[in-house]
């Protein structure tokens, strides 16, 4: 016999008199009450798709929106994918005008016998020839060539250990937060003939994480797009029309032409170490939606095309479920915040609207759950949520992205969203010192006439 008492709380209350049956009501009941309990979000979500990587992540350039991620955070061996850095940091010193492409470089002992290492990539250089940056240059993006790498890091900062220096500082100025840069090739130091980097360790090698390698390659397309008629090559030669001319053929073999073409692909550099693993970050634009890859660690394949392979999912990810859209058009008002309040000004508010419009990466066919998010600058407002007069037409009051309300798994972005600026439609002078004066004391009147008339209402 058995006395079962289920109260509304869900609590259980069973008196046993056989065992068997009461743990057999027991699991039902369990059942029961489990099958009605919600289900998170997060917990529903699944990944969309399986990458066989240690590490992967595809974003959308433009707004850092993250499409899909796999252990993103966790810092890992990047092989060449380090020379991004060196990339990032040569094209600024160009820029700057620190640097020029028709600036000489003579091999130093170190880079001499760096070259001359088969077991490498490299460019073979003579010990007293003329280099110019941009061989240096095209030498490393291309066919990934270690001494020029290293010969490109002593004409940026004098000396691999200053650059290091550089690579470093460049990191934590962009927003990456897991990163250690300990030489410019992305080499093992143990590769390094014994000769790696002051500061750094024999056994060390440069890490990121796959987050941040996005980052880093969405500010070398976005900052210096250029790079990307050079990492688009196929393949050139070295030094052409000399006698140490040598073929270069690019390592990305999903290049128009190449083994493992992706349509689109026009970037941007592999990597591979025995600790890293068969590593990759990939660009790709289609139908006006450009997209950053970054697979670290493939695996289920041979080296050299594992990391293509896993790529690949990622692509046909983004570019089959997403599409660029229009959300907010320019002018846009936003619900809920079509206007603000304006203190101490001739009108008492003014309208907002969007300066500029806002595109998205939009899944396809789910515009509907988009919806705008607004975050107000506190720094505009009065503690009781007021702008102050003179308001001049065109101030930003606060930014607006968009925020994914659907039921498939969110990634967010790899650093803060993409947005538009909430601006005010129109100029709002300051009232002068009578308008204010009349307005203190009507405030006052009526506050005192407020209170004698709940005073009298109280009497009957």
């Not at 061996?77 to 820029?95: C, D, V």
């Not at 994480?209 to 500010?219: F, G, Q, T, V």
């Not at 030094?239 to 083994?259: A, C, H, I, Q, Y």
């Not at 206007?339 to 003014?350: C, F, I, N, R, S």
Request: hydrophobic share 35%; glycine share 8%.
């Amino acid at each position: 016999m058995i006395d079962l008492y289920i109260t509304y709380g869900g609590k259980l209350y069973v008196t046993i008199k056989n065992l068997k049956a009461g743990i057999g009501l027991l699991l039902i009941a369990v059942i029961v009450f489990t099958s009605f309990m919600p289900i998170s979000k997060a917990n529903a979500a699944s990944d969309p798709i399986d990458v066989n990587a240690k590490s992967a992540i595809v974003i959308e350039q433009s707004t850092g929106k993250i499409l899909y991620g796999k252990n993103i955070e966790e810092r890992l061996p990047i092989a060449s994918m380090a020379k991004i850095m060196t990339e990032y940091l040569l094209l600024e010193a160009i820029k700057d005008k620190k640097v020029s492409w028709d600036q000489k470089y003579t091999p130093d002992d170190y880079v001499y016998e760096i070259s001359q290492d088969n077991s490498l990539s490299n460019v073979p250089m003579r010990r007293d020839g003329s280099y110019t940056v941009e061989e240096l240059y095209k030498a490393t993006a291309i066919y990934s060539a270690n001494g020029a790498a290293i010969g490109l890091a002593e004409v940026i900062a004098g000396s691999e250990a200053k650059f290091v220096e550089l690579m470093n500082a460049k990191a934590k100025e962009l927003g990456l937060s897991e990163y250690k840069f300990v030489n410019a090739t992305g080499l093992e130091n143990k590769d390094l003939h014994g000769k790696h980097p002051e500061g750094t360790n024999g056994d060390e090698e440069n890490e990121v994480s796959a987050k941040d390698m996005a980052i880093l390659a969405n500010r070398l397309v976005t900052d210096y797009p250029e790079v990307l008629e050079t990492s688009s090559i196929a393949k050139t030669t070295f030094r052409e029309g000399t006698d140490d001319k040598m073929d270069m053929p690019n390592w990305n073999f999903m290049l128009k032409g190449l083994v493992q073409e992706y349509e689109g692909v026009d970037g941007l550099k592999t990597g591979s170490t025995d600790s890293a693993g068969s590593c990759f970050t990939g660009t790709a634009e289609r139908n006006g939606m450009r997209v950053i890859t970054v697979v670290l660690n493939a695996q289920g394949g041979p080296l050299h095309t594992a990391r293509f392979t896993e790529t690949k999912k990622l692509l046909d990810y983004a570019f089959n479920h997403f599409e660029m859209k229009e959300l907010y058009p320019k002018g846009q008002v936003i619900k809920g915040q079509e206007k603000a309040l304006v203190d101490q000004g001739k009108k008492h508010e003014v309208a907002l609207e969007l300066n500029d419009s806002l595109s998205f990466p939009v899944k396809k066919g789910e515009e509907k759950n988009y919806q705008p998010k607004v975050e107000l600058q506190k720094d505009k407002y009065t503690s009781d949520n007021k702008l102050t007069a003179p308001v001049k037409k065109g101030d930003a009051v606060g930014k607006v992205t968009a925020e994914y309300t659907g039921s498939d798994k969110d990634y967010g972005f790899i650093q803060a969203g993409k947005n538009s600026e909430l601006v005010t439609k129109e100029n709002v002078e300051k009232a002068n010192w009578f308008i204010l004066s009349m307005r203190s004391i009507g405030g006052f009147f009526s506050g005192v006439w407020g209170s004698i008339v709940d005073t009298v209402t109280g009497w009957f």
